[in-house]
């Protein structure tokens, strides 16, 4: 027979030992562990489990920690802000935007189109996405009948796929400023800005995934398909770009309508209260710093409306650079007009176009 165990009086050394306990796991804590109390602490994370604040992870979590640390070594460096400053949008603007789509005209068009489906369903696949139609009715018509949606897109869903994209949005436009940048050199002569805008769009998706970094950390899983993804997208870019620059900007434009239309059905799923969770929520200093987002607008559903406004913006700047000749044709978006007074191209979204500018209508 098993008897209880009777109460045990604690120690003075027992005490000790989980006052030691106790400052190790708080040494962990704010990341400041010493190392007389580090293999105590160790020990205990081990062996005990902590509360994740992260919406979904895959990997152990070791101490909560902040992902974006202050430099370190540096005393004399408050703060590194951004090389490029973000356009102010307004709400009229960003509440203007709609989802479109530039039909295609030849077979240049058709190529691009196709990757950009077999992309689409490669990473559907990958981030478990599936919108089905009832859900973009019930956002126009809560009253519509309910039906059984094994697929409902979640608040930790929306992360899963925004992580993913964002990883790989940050691409098309490196890649392609790299090789153009390279070509310059290579040749001498000028680009005619095209660089600067291509930088700061691939700058800009990376602050689209820094904003979710804020929000979620993914585990290990995630963190190998991001690896994947971006190593066979990178080479398959680059080697793109140096056979057809032009059909790799069609690409990212038929690609940036999708983003365009992800966020869209992400704002309408919160309007149709299917994302309780983020109606109220805040969104991260980051994204604040970044967008100059004013008092009172500053909820999950307005940090949608900027990045779908960004989106948007990438989507007009790719579909008119693939309308342009592309060794001799200059940045629209970056040049002065003769007629200021006329609508034309620009870094903001005042006069944007959802399937681009011909080249007769800028040059």
């Given amino acids: ?164 994209l964002e990883s790989v949005a940050g691409v098309p436009g490196m890649v392609a400023a790299s090789v153009r940048h390279l070509n310059s050199l290579r040749r001498l002569k000028r680009d005619n800005g095209w660089i600067e805008t291509l930088l700061e769009e691939a700058y800009n998706e990376r602050m689209h995934l820094l904003t979710f970094m804020k929000m979620a950390e993914p585990g290990r899983f995630m963190k190998f398909m991001i690896v994947a993804a971006q190593g066979v997208f990178y080479n398959g870019m680059f080697i793109s770009y140096l056979i057809s620059p032009r059909i790799c900007h069609r690409f990212v434009g038929h690609l940036e309508e999708e983003a365009v239309l992800t966020y869209t059905r992400a704002i309408q799923d919160i309007d149709a209260g299917k994302l309780p969770k983020w109606e109220k929520m805040e969104a991260p200093e980051i994204a604040v710093r970044y967008w100059n987002m004013p008092e009172g607008h500053r909820t999950m559903r307005d940090l949608l409306l900027y990045i779908r406004a960004d989106e948007a913006k990438h989507r007009e700047v790719n579909h008119t650079l693939g309308n342009l000749h592309q060794d001799e044709d200059p940045n629209p978006f970056i040049s002065e007009y003769t007629d200021p007074s006329k609508p034309h191209p620009s870094k903001g979204i005042e006069n944007i176009k959802p399937t681009g500018w011909d080249r007769n209508e800028v040059l």
């Fill in 1 to 164: 027979m098993y008897t209880s165990p009777k109460p045990m009086a604690m120690s003075t050394s027992t005490w000790k030992m989980a006052g030691m306990f106790s400052q190790a796991l708080q040494a962990r804590y704010d990341g400041s562990t010493a190392s007389l109390i580090r293999p105590c602490a160790n020990h205990f994370l081990q062996t005990h489990t902590i509360a994740s604040r992260r919406p979904f992870s895959t990997t152990r979590r070791n101490g909560l920690r902040e992902i974006f640390p202050p430099p370190a070594n540096a005393p004399n460096v408050k703060v590194s802000g951004p090389a490029w400053h973000h356009p102010v949008y307004t709400e009229e603007q960003m509440n203007a935007i709609s989802v479109a789509h530039r039909e295609c005209k030849n077979w240049a068009d058709r190529v691009a189109l196709t990757m950009v489906k077999l992309l689409r369903w490669g990473t559907d696949t990958a981030t478990g996405y599936r919108h089905a139609k009832e859900v973009v009715k019930r956002a126009v018509d809560p009253d519509a009948k309910q039906k059984p949606d094994w697929f409902a897109m979640t608040e930790r869903k929306w992360l899963i796929r925004f992580l993913f």
